[in-house]
C-alpha cells in the first residue's frame, strides 16, 4: 500500500507464494493462451499484489519480466506503487512504449499497435508484446476469430476494444510474420490474441 505522504514503502508486498511453481503455472497458463487463442486461462496469483496492478496482471508480470526486459506501463498502471514492486520482484527497465519488450495498458492507455516494435522477417521474437488489463470493461463489441490454435472459428468478447481496434489488428495480422501478440489479462484469468489470428466484427457487436 501507499503510505500517507503518497509514497511507495520501501519493501514492497511479496511476490509468489512458492516463486518457482507459480511462475511455472502462470506461464504455463500463458504458452496455453497463445497456443489456443481466444481460450481462458486460470492464473496462479500472488496473494497482495499492487491494487492498481490487481492479481492477474502482478501473475503476468512476475513471469514475464525480469532484469534482461523492458516495460513500459499505460494509464492507471503507471502508478508508484506498482514500478517499485515491479522494480524490487522483476528488475525489468522501464521505456518509451515504442522501445518495449512488454506494454502493459488499460483499454484507454493502449498505444496504437503499429507505434510499437513489430520484429523483422528474420526476428520475428523482437516484437512487442502487449499486456491488456481487461478487468471490469463494459462494452459490447464482438469478433469472430479463425487461425492457427482455433477450431474453424471462435467467438471473442472484445467489450475491451474501441471502434478503431478491428482495422488495426488487420493491419498487424497482414505484417506477418512481423507483428505485435496480445495478452488479455482479467482479474484471475488470460486468453490471447496473437498476431495470427484473424478477426471479424459480428453482426451483434458494435462496429462504427
Known sequence: MIGSAG???AIPAPGFVDPPRDAQHAFRAVLDALARPTRSFPLKSPPQPPAALGRGLA????????????AWLGGDLDDPEVTAWLD??????????HNADFVFATPRSLPQLASLRLGTDEAPHLSTTVVLDVRGCQGARRFSAEGPGINGAAGVDASWADAAFA????RNAALFPRGVDLLLVDADAVSALPRTTRLTPTPDGQED
Open 7 to 9: 509514497r511507495a514503502p
Open 59 to 70: 501473475a503476468v508480470a512476475l513471469t514475464v519480466l525480469d532484469e534482461d526486459c523492458t
Open 88 to 97: 524490487f520482484h522483476t528488475g525489468a527497465r522501464r521505456v518509451e512504449a
Open 167 to 170: 482495422e488495426q489488428w488487420r
